[in-house]
């Protein structure tokens, strides 16, 4: 019987790669069983769905610019 | 058909934008700028190839990634393997017991979409990405930001089996799961 360590493991796996028939069954089994283990599964998913759309929110993070004499350094080096 | 703006107007426009796309890879502020400034230099020579089917950011940005995977490859070679091994046993052994059943709850989080919908959400996400270790940071980046195959992964960060990427993208997964139930789930 696979534990909630190796579960997570495979929980793993499965975001980046189809597993074995063998290894999918026993996931399949243990997750049934295992709310824990389920919401560890649904987080992951979760943590996913979240990293495909930070990239859209990164430019929006008003806190993090360039200082002006950056800014102004940049300029000039583009003109050399 | 898009056209390009002035260059010298380029760090005006989108110095703030590229730097922030820089920063969130790199996390090191010296060197974010010096890759906006590169970006920019590379991006006046190659202007005559821009082909107009993208916005002149998008294209900006292109130009940083490719930039920043150059880094990338030539910085993982200086990065010891296992920096942070010792750091992730522990979060192991915090979360299983000697049997490898959980030894922590874990809790069904209270509406996760909704989070999404939320400036302050997004925040945590970046500091928890931010909190892990150097190797770890770029893993995220190359799988979950870019979504690389394993087998490039392997190939940019030197790994010599999927193996092991595939227990590093387990722990990566498990440790920023753990710092958003903690900064985020639990306090929200």
Known sequence: ?80 | MNKLSDPNSWPELYGDIIYRHAYFRLRDEMLAEELVQETFLAALKARERFAGNSSEKTWLIGILKHKIVDHLRKAVREQSQDESIQEFDDLLNESFDGKGHWKIDVSRWNSPDGSLEQQQFWQTLQKCVSGLPKRMATLFILREIDGLDSDTICKEMELSSTNNLWTMLSRMRMRLRQCLEKQWFNKT
């Open chain 1, 1 to 80: 019987m696979m534990n909630c360590k190796e579960a997570t493991d495979l929980v793993s796996q499965n975001l980046d790669r189809q597993l074995g028939l063998g290894q999918r069954i026993a996931l399949r089994l243990h997750l049934l069983m295992c709310h824990y283990c389920r919401n560890y599964a649904h987080h992951l998913a979760f943590l996913r769905r979240a990293a495909a759309n930070l990239e859209d929110h990164i430019e929006n993070q008003t806190n993090l610019s360039l200082s002006e004499e950056s800014k102004a350094k940049i300029k000039q080096s583009l003109n050399n």
